[in-house]
């Protein structure tokens, strides 16, 4: 969830007075979960925060799916939630799409909301919500990733591109960068690329405007539909 909208956690903790979250995690280990009591002291300080899991391996939940669904009515009987968080149904990864069709199933009368995994699965969907970020929450967001889930460093998908430290995609090194982040919100939905320059994938995005005089690393020049319409 924090690479999905970890901007959107910030900002919710940051404005909402007492919240209090409930973090479902479906898989990991002792290690990840360690790691995502870190996360959340990060991306919700200040917050009520009970986090449950289920322990179940990783890539495995489709054929775990009365675990998940027992995991999810216990958290939906503990409170009555204003806001839920899950993935997207078109996620490509088979552990975030099972989430993704149970919540509607528990949460039937409640605002849920799905968000995009920048990865290099290439399952862009079309979003029609946008949490801006500014360029330091970007950066922040990014940081506090790093610090919360060392764990995964190592791992070739798990890279985040930034330039003059402003962050903007989550993509693996080496590979086409097919998914970027908008360098305006929680977004992987870009459908304007000024100048990729040299970096990464630069092949796969050949360049629809001339750069500006903007110093900053081309990579931030990466825009969603909604940070262009004007």
């Known amino acids: 969830i924090e690479i999905g909208c970890g901007g ?5 903790a940051a404005s909402v007075p007492g919240l ?25 300080p200040g917050c009520a925060v009970l986090i449950s899991t289920a322990g179940l391996p990783d890539g495995r939940l489709p054929a775990h799916w009365d675990e998940v669904k027992e995991l999810l009515e216990e958290s939906a009987g503990r409170r009555n939630a204003d806001l839920v968080l899950a993935p997207r149904c078109d996620d490509a ?3 975030h799409r099972t989430v993704a069709e149970l919540v509607p199933t528990v949460w039937r009368d409640h605002l849920v909301l799905g968000y995009e995994i920048p990865k290099w699965d290439g399952d862009v969907g079309n979003p029609s919500l946008y949490v801006s970020l500014t360029a330091a929450q970007m950066r922040e967001k990014v940081e506090f990733l790093h610090k919360a889930y060392p764990s995964q460093s190592g791992r070739d998908w798990f890279d985040v591109h930034d330039g003059e430290g402003d962050p903007d995609v989550v993509a693996s090194e080496g590979r086409p960068v097919s998914v970027p982040a908008c360098r305006g919100c929680d977004s992987a939905e870009v459908v304007r690329v000024v100048d990729l320059g040299d970096q990464p ?23 969603c539909e909604s940070c262009t319409l004007g």
Request: hydrophobic share 40%; aromatic share 8%; net charge negative.
């Open 8 to 12: 959107t956690l910030r900002r919710l």
């Open 20 to 44: 209090t979250a409930e973090l479902v995690l479906a898989t990991g280990s002792e290690e990840r979960l360690a790691e995502a009591r870190h996360s959340a002291e990060l991306f919700l």
């Open 93 to 95: 990864h088979q552990d």
């Open 201 to 223: 994938g630069a092949d796969h995005f050949p360049p629809l405007a001339t750069p500006g005089p903007d110093p900053r690393w081309p990579l931030e020049l990466w825009l």
